[in-house]
């Protein structure tokens, strides 16, 4: 019987995007066929081993099945965990979901974190992402947020321009975000805050040391975060709805305010984008900061590539945010913090932030890969069994034409996508 290789290579097909003439729709509809993936190099988290893979039923599996309908020949290709981006804010309108997937598919991104999106949206998003062939999201559908707040300012900023024009202006506060000012705000809001269905909470800190000071003038308007002493109340509520928590932070403090909260992501490394004439030492990490971040089991997201665009070909700028994020990330990493990959940029993804973040030449490629495909999918989906290439993890990987232990841009050389045991077409 021909493999499904030769079937590939009789068409002229070396971008494997195609599975026997049949689209993965019409493939998922009728079930998951079983394969056995032979001449593969499998990345076990430190290194690659050669041998083959069996996949039933969606799942990975070593020892070989009683049958198996298909034989893919890999041919000496390097199989990687699919890739995850923990913070983006795509898709954000019911239009573009299916281009917004195939933008992550194209570059191996299987599973996203949308830590911004209008609520009433949601339901489109998850009917339109609901197929082996597009990528996983989580939402927020909305973020909790003070009324000076960045992403107040933004989406008003946004709707301004007209790219929401479905939605009033005053249907932003309860859409976009939630203004919670008080204990009292947060009890009152909580009913309309759970009936969006959310898959996490997202909240804005901004600047906590400097709260009172800059709650109520214009001036800070974009530069003003939550009340910090009603952070916690937030988080216990959340984790007791079954709730995750990611914090948007800007200072040191604020990282601290995070942790000492119990919330379960950090969007950010302090100090993405901060002025010459700044202090850097408000957004210097302390040893104490990474080890209690490490004992809560806190993921940190890097956003290192936001840092370079907020830069403005400014270089002092550049490289006084460089240097620190340097500093932070060897403490982080110093006390066994869980770094994940996130982008928060609308043009860039997961796998542009890895490569900016391989240039501070501070974590070899093993780290590199474990953080886009481990970790980070994990932070996304802690529930589910992916992120790792053993028996009975889901069949989601990435086969590349090179090894990126050698070489780290072979993770955009891409052969073969492979998601829950279907072979995606991204065309």
Not at 167 to 186: P, R
Request: net charge negative; aromatic share 8%.
């Amino acid at each position: 019987m021909p493999t499904n290789f030769h079937r590939l290579a009789s068409l002229g097909v070396w971008g494997w995007t195609v599975l026997a003439g049949l689209h993965i729709s019409a493939i998922a509809a009728e079930h998951v066929p079983q394969y056995e993936l032979q001449n593969g190099y499998w990345f076990n988290g430190k290194e690659f081993e050669f041998g083959a893979r069996y996949i039933v039923d969606g799942s990975l599996v070593s020892n070989r099945p009683d049958s198996a309908s298909e034989t893919i020949d890999l041919k000496n290709g390097y199989v990687i965990p699919a890739f995850a981006d923990a913070h983006t804010h795509r898709p954000a309108t019911a239009d573009r979901v299916l281009s917004d997937s195939r933008f992550f598919l194209d570059d191996g991104i299987f599973y996203i974190m949308n830590h911004g999106n209008i609520s009433r949206y949601s339901g489109s998003f998850r009917q339109q992402l609901a197929s082996a062939g597009t990528v996983d999201a989580v939402f927020s559908n909305g973020i909790l947020s003070s009324p000076q707040s960045h992403s107040v300012k933004l989406w008003r900023r946004l709707h301004e321009r007209g790219i929401f024009p479905d939605i009033d202006e005053q249907e932003l506060d309860g859409e976009a975000y939630f203004v919670i000012e008080s204990a009292a705000d947060l009890h009152e809001l909580w009913p309309e805050i759970e009936a969006t269905q959310p898959d996490f909470l997202k909240i804005m800190l901004q600047f906590s040391e400097k709260y009172e000071e800059r709650k109520s003038d214009p001036q800070y308007f974009g530069l003003s975060g939550l009340d910090p002493s009603i952070v916690g109340e937030i988080v216990d509520r959340a984790h007791g709805a079954g709730l995750r928590v990611a914090a948007h932070i800007e200072t040191a403090e604020d990282f601290r305010v995070a942790v000492a909260s119990g919330v379960d992501i950090i969007a950010h490394l302090p100090g993405y984008d901060v002025n010459v004439k700044d202090d850097i030492n408000r957004y210097r990490l302390h040893e104490e900061d990474a080890i209690l971040a490490a004992e809560k089991d806190v993921v940190v997201l890097t956003t290192t590539l936001l840092s370079r665009d907020r830069s403005e070909d400014q270089n002092e700028k550049y490289r006084r945010m460089m240097q620190n994020h340097r500093e932070n990330l060897s403490l982080l990493s110093q006390a066994g913090v869980r770094l994940g990959i996130g982008s928060d940029q609308f043009s860039k993804h997961a796998v542009d932030e890895l490569m900016h973040l391989d240039t501070l030449k501070m974590y070899d490629n093993a780290t590199l890969l474990r953080m886009i495909c481990t970790v980070t999918p994990r932070a996304i989906y802690p529930d589910r069994n992916i992120g790792q290439l053993v028996d009975g993890a889901e069949a989601s990987f990435l086969v590349l034409e090179y090894n990126p232990l050698d070489d780290l841009s072979a993770i955009r050389e891409i052969r073969l996508r492979v998601k829950g045991g279907v072979i995606v077409n991204t065309e």
